[in-house]
């Protein structure tokens, strides 16, 4: 009897304990008293690491919360995925067939990385103690807000992308392989590829999710793995002039509560941002120069783009990141979304892109040989 | 009192403030002087934007004014190669007193040929020119500014030029585990002094634009001893058996700078060079 009802003590004290561990919780940053600096303000610094299975947009027919049941399937479905794909590959397998197996993406299609190579997340992301299913809270539907007609228009070349006759690879958007300032960012190694570029930081669901903070009173760094970018955020400044135009913008901080807050305004301009769908249920972020005939850093579609970013640590290892995007040029009204960032002890490493970009100069010469090859037929 | 003893008290007084003055104006060895900002540890705060005010990253050594970084030979002396000519004075080296102890460079006598090559071929070997990362110690003493973000717990230096960015463990993660431009920085504090061990370096990355190089066998030792509000002395230790025959060492001043509104600016130079290394494949080339 006695032992029974130390077992039942340790139970429900256990279970107390777990109600009051430093679950991610929205809102209610209160309840959790964070480590703080010298200076007073919460403790934000740490490696995080973005990935995570809910993607940007919820999928079509998709609650705005799983049930636990509901995650264990879907990350149980993923987990096997991975795990098949990281088969270690036999060396006496046959090439793939002429014209590639089929595939499409960054492998192109004569197949190319395997699991190993990857890390687009294991887990959906839990805010407020619910497993999300779309990063964007507003609007309520976590769906994009629709594009402004100006948008639609200039971002129809790029989203309406017909696969060519013989290479489902090729970007038909005419002039595409003309110069090299019309290629994509990330090809050029000027900002992450994929969703990897912010402000806002979100994952990049393919690799390279980790972000470093720093913080000091007056400077607060994030450290983007992926193409090396820091960002220096000035607390309590004022924004650059709006002549002066930023790859990442102009990032001034400050502290409403313990919430870290990060305006960032100062893009260039001749940037757009769109969201695409590169696999079912998986939407992406990116962030593109336009066309060379409309570049322009100071008046381009991007001029207006506003992100807000909300930093909250909501638990020893765990930070809620909450922003808004006011793009007038883009969107018809702002949106936000948000999702929690857990820490790790994950090394980040350099990522020198520019240093080895052999691609970029053989996607021109190749390029330049298919028009010669044109011009003899 | 009598004179004699207000006198004698006075002496005392007199001395017994030199003595307080030379206290406060001489340094314990190894301790920085009180005007130099403490984080809540107690370390020297080396928080803020600074950069290196000499000619070393056009030559590390001690060197006169030169008319152009290449040259070649004119009929009464070198004179500027044809692709740099149109620059004129904007071109040319301003004269250094080097930044090397002994100012000689102990090269083995292979690695100094390569020096000279590299020289010689500026324009087309030197990283700087294609906005590659400048690896370590070069980034110090680029003409550009870097900002060192100092908390209690983390040190990482961030780079104008290039983005380029230095995370100092300060805990030592174990060897590097593999090859970079900016090498693995691990530091430790030494009294006052941050001293930051740098390894696992790739051999692409040169101390200068005069042909100034390393191996992949680099390991460079900087001690940061901020010894003012103002001023960072900075000395970096070299030492590559591959090249060299011996460790050496360089040293200069790191300036605050004073701008209130100082700050890293973007210098994303890739952009700047997709014209010298991708202009010949475009649709239409622009005539070079």
Known sequence: MRRRLLLVTILVGGLALAALSPAPIAGQGQAYSPPRLADGQPDLQGTYDLATLTPLERPNGMNAVLSREEVAKLEGAVAAVVALGARPSSGERAAPPKGGDGSRGAAGNVGGYNSFWLDPGSTFTMVNGEARTSIVVDPSDGRLPPLTPAARQRLGALLARPSAENDPGLDPTPGAYDDPERRPLGERCLLGFGSAAGPPALPNYFYNNLRKIVQTPDRIVILNEMVHDVRVIRMNAQHLPSHIRKWAGDSVGRWEGDTLVVDTTNFNADQIRYVVAVAPGRTLMMVESIGAEEQDRLSGPGKDLHVIERFTRVGEKALLYRFTIEDPGTWERPWTGEFTWPATDQPIYEYACHEANYALENILRGARQRDAEATKR | ?288
């Not at chain 2, 040190?155 to 380029?164: D, N, P």
């Open chain 2, 1 to 288: 009192m009598s004179h004699l003893a207000a006198k004698v008290a006075s002496t005392l007084v007199a001395v017994a403030a030199g003595a307080m003055l030379a206290l406060i104006a001489v340094p314990v060895v190894g301790q920085a002087p009180a005007s130099v900002p403490r984080l809540a540890t107690g370390r020297p705060d080396l928080n803020g934007v600074w950069q290196a005010l000499n000619e070393a990253n056009f030559d590390i050594q001690m060197h006169a004014a030169r008319p152009a970084m290449a040259l070649r030979a004119g009929p009464h002396g070198q004179v500027p190669v044809a692709s740099v000519l149109a620059l004129g004075a904007v071109g040319a080296v301003p004269p250094g007193v080097g930044v090397v102890e002994g100012d000689a460079l102990p090269y083995l006598p292979d690695a100094l040929k390569t020096k000279r090559e590299n020289q010689a071929n500026w324009l087309t070997r030197d990283p700087e020119i294609k906005c590659y990362l400048p690896g370590v110690p070069r980034a110090t003493y680029m003409p550009y500014p870097f900002q060192i973000v100092h908390s209690e717990s983390s040190l990482l230096i961030a780079y104008e030029y290039a983005g380029a960015v230095r995370d100092v463990f300060m805990k030592d993660p174990g060897p590097a585990p593999v090859d970079s431009w900016m090498g693995q920085s691990v530091g430790r504090w030494d009294g006052d002094t941050l001293v930051v061990d740098v390894t696992g370096f790739n051999d692409q990355t040169w101390f200068d634009r005069s042909g100034n190089f390393h191996s992949d066998a680099l390991h460079v030792v900087e001690r940061y001893t901020r010894t003012s509000r103002d001023v960072i002395a900075y000395e970096a230790t070299i030492e590559d058996p591959k090249v060299f025959t011996r460790s050496w060492k360089m040293s200069m001043a790191l300036y605050r700078r004073q701008e209130s509104n100082a700050q890293l600016m973007d210098f994303k130079c890739v952009e700047f060079v997709e014209e010298l290394m991708f202009g010949q494949w475009r649709k239409n080339p622009l005539s070079r």
